[in-house]
């Protein structure tokens, strides 16, 4: 099957027969991975060489904390102004539904602006730099580089005001490329798409942001204490934990994250070649330049065929294709592990299908 699934999605199936083997059997151990204490040798072999394999393929600099971290990237949402916020105000960009929903969480927690939105152009483009109200004071400046959603991809990260750290949610495009972590104070991405398992949120925090956090931040959504604590100030996600470090070790096998985009510039290319090649009758609405590479929207001119695209591609086996409520239409989401034969299939069929129907 070729799962589209905006998320929990598709994972390498080398990495599933491994994890399946090891799960009951870890290295030997007669046990699995799940069944092993956090606090004991294997375990922690296993989270060390996970960070370290992250490191590596981002090239994480040294003053970079990594945390491996509950909750989902929703719960990151207020455990930024928690931690960052510090009795400041902080700027929110929302171009689209998740960086809405961030800038709706942390409002809560203190003063927090609206510093940029594309909501009025239903988030089809980012924001110009001229059309952003940044302000120099901010306690940091936050933004989504991958709306999952609206398929809107920034590959132009705004400048924050000298001092203000950037702090980005990557959830749904982390590890599709290269990116510069230096440029940012704090990244954060839920698992389930690029990584493994759902409700493991990976962290990645510049070390002088840590210490901020208000009084009443309990110790588990406090970074610096669970920085203090390797992640461990209580049981962490063994098993996100074990299969993420899997995941780091097959895109490294890959050619790490320069090889693994070029695979994802193939397969974007050819989905959103065949949406243009289609005369009109395929449509994704979003700017050129700020079309994702990881989720690709696109709505039929007729939105009577829907249901029967649909069907035809479950026939075909080609599965989660059906759009975001808020948006209608299809979304194919293309993360690291769906592969050029599966846009094959979807592409050969939009062909097949506007052929017949058009
Ligand atoms: N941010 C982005 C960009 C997402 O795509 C998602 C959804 O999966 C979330 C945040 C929320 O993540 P979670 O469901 O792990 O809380």
Redesign the pocket.
């Known amino acids: 099957i070729f799962n589209f699934s905006?998320?929990p999605a598709v994972l390498p199936t080398t990495v599933l027969e491994q994890v399946r083997d090891e799960l009951l059997d870890w290295r030997g151990r007669g046990m699995g991975i799940m069944e092993m204490s956090h606090r004991g040798k294997d375990f922690s072999g296993v989270i060390a060489e996970a960070e370290a394999d992250l490191r590596e393929l981002m090239g994480i600099p040294a003053n970079y904390k990594v945390l491996f971290l509950q909750?989902?990237?929703?719960?990151?949402?207020a455990q930024i102004p928690m931690n960052l916020l510090a009795g400041r105000s902080a700027d929110y960009i929302v171009t689209g539904a998740?960086s809405k929903?961030?800038y709706k969480e942390a409002q809560p927690f203190g003063a927090v602006r609206l510093a940029g939105s594309t909501e009025a152009d239903a988030f089809t483009r980012l924001p110009r730099a001229d059309e952003l109200k940044l302000d120099p004071q901010a306690a940091y400046l936050h933004i989504?580089t991958?709306?999952?959603?609206h398929g809107v991809e920034m590959f132009d990260v705004p400048e924050a005001p000298a001092g203000v750290p950037l702090v980005a949610?990557?959830?749904?495009h982390i590890l599709s490329r290269p990116m510069d972590v230096s440029r940012y104070g704090l990244i954060y991405a839920?698992?389930?798409?690029n990584i493994g398992p759902?409700?493991l949120?990976i962290v990645i925090v510049r070390e002088d942001l840590l210490g901020k956090a208000s009084a009443i931040t309990p110790g588990v959504m406090n970074y610096a204490v669970m920085a203090e604590h390797g992640s461990m100030l209580n049981t962490p996600p063994t098993f996100g934990i074990y299969l993420a470090g899997l995941i780091f070790k097959d895109l490294k096998a890959q050619g790490g994250l320069a090889a693994v985009e070029q695979s994802n510039i193939a397969k974007a290319s050819k989905l959103y070649d065949a949406i243009a090649a289609s005369g009109g009758f395929y449509r994704n609405p979003v700017e050129l330049s700020a079309r994702s590479r990881m989720n690709v929207p696109f709505t039929l001119a007729n939105p009577a065929l829907d249901a029967d695209f649909l069907a035809e591609a479950a026939e075909l086996r080609l599965s989660g294709l059906k759009g975001h409520k808020s948006v209608g239409g299809m979304r194919a989401s293309i993360y690291n592990a769906m592969s050029l034969e599966g846009v094959d299939a979807l592409v050969a069929l939009m062909q097949d299908f506007a052929a017949r129907k058009g």
């Open positions: 905006a998320g909750g989902g990237a929703t719960q990151q949402f998740w929903k961030a989504c991958n709306e999952t959603i949610d990557m959830s749904s839920g698992a389930q798409k759902a409700g949120v």
